[in-house]
């Protein structure tokens, strides 16, 4: 079981592709209800503010995040501790978004893959493994 965050969900569809629904299934990917917005978000981010993939891009990349996230454990908003999610952020100075993926993987005693900096720096105080999109990479391939 692996707690993907949006930074390491969105490069890691497009590195895998085709196998990234394997990988789904093999590896237990878990996300949180919003890692799909966050996901999309990226990829509007892309084609519309910095004008690196086209619209069809886009567009193609939400669809199969969406699809693929139906292939995850998804846990919903209400699954973790909220309180302990807003010390987090509010303690380290990160997002809730953030300060949510951290408690997850905590709660569930999972690594965190992740490539967002305040995630990478937090995660280890709270005894959260995190894994790079690199050495993710080196286990699903």
Known sequence: MIVLDASAYAPLLIKLREKMLEAMKKY?????????????NAFWKEHVKLHVISYDEALRACTA??????????????????TLVTKIAVEENITVYD??????????????????????????KYKVKVLRLKELLELVL
Do not use: G, Q
């Open 99 to 124: 300060a949510s993926y951290i408690v997850l993987a905590l709660t569930l005693n999972a690594p965190l893959a992740s490539e967002d900096k305040d995630v990478l720096n937090t995660a280890p």
């Open 28 to 40: 237990s990917f878990v996300i949180l209800d919003l890692t799909i917005y966050e996901v999309c």
């Open 65 to 82: 995040a969406w699809m693929l996230a139906k292939s995850a454990i998804v846990h919903r908003f209400e699954e973790i501790n909220f």
